[in-house]
């Protein structure tokens, strides 16, 4: 397990973050991705992610590189359109609740994920209110090729190599994908 504080992680900056990203994504065919609060950054506008970004500079005192972060962000996004690429995400129903951006950036976000959904390489998942949870909801994660588990709290990011780690947050995901969802 590698564990990394944010304050060391992004003391340059956001974007350096995201172009970490970009080369993870660019290595892995299958991303599995459970989030119970927040959007995950392949799937959000630029105005989300501007909400999320900000959120992050002020709550740790970062460098301002909301721009270029935003940028990196959406360029991400160009891996969804590649069909040796599968995506399955799923969110909370909380996570498309949450207040945590103005209502017409929530509403364009909400717009966003049908598009993205309709992809034949994304399945998105949401898990309603309703459902009685086999596994609590703790917190997102995503799952590289079933070989990593990037974790994300407050305070810093848990990079999970283990073979049982990645088979606990292999068989969460599973427990979170049957649940009751519009979209599997």
């Not at 996570?95 to 034949?120: E, H, N, Y």
């Not at 086999?134 to 917190?139: D, E, F, G, K």
């Not at 848990?158 to 088979?167: A, G, K, S, V, Y």
């Amino acid at each position: 397990m590698q564990h990394a504080e944010w304050q060391r992680i992004l003391r340059t900056g956001l974007k350096p973050r995201q172009q970490e990203h970009i080369e993870w994504d660019q290595k892995t065919r299958l991303f599995q991705v459970f989030e119970a609060t927040v959007l995950p950054g392949l799937l959000q506008t630029a105005e989300y992610a501007r909400a999320r970004f900000a959120e992050g500079i002020r709550r740790l005192k970062l460098p301002n590189d909301i721009n270029e972060a935003v940028a990196a962000r959406v360029r991400r996004q160009e891996i969804l359109y590649r069909t040796d690429k599968r995506f399955h995400f799923v969110l909370t129903e909380a996570a498309l609740r949450f207040r945590l951006c103005p209502t017409d950036v929530m509403l364009g976000q909400l717009d966003r994920l049908i598009s993205f959904s309709q992809l034949p390489n994304v399945r998105l998942g949401i898990v309603g209110f309703e459902t009685q949870y086999a596994t609590s909801p703790w917190h997102g994660f995503w799952i590289y090729d079933n070989e990593r588990v990037l974790v994300e709290t407050f305070s810093a990011a848990l990079d999970l190599r283990q073979p049982q780690e990645i088979e606990l947050y292999g068989n969460a995901f599973e427990t979170a994908r049957g649940s009751r969802q519009l979209r599997a």
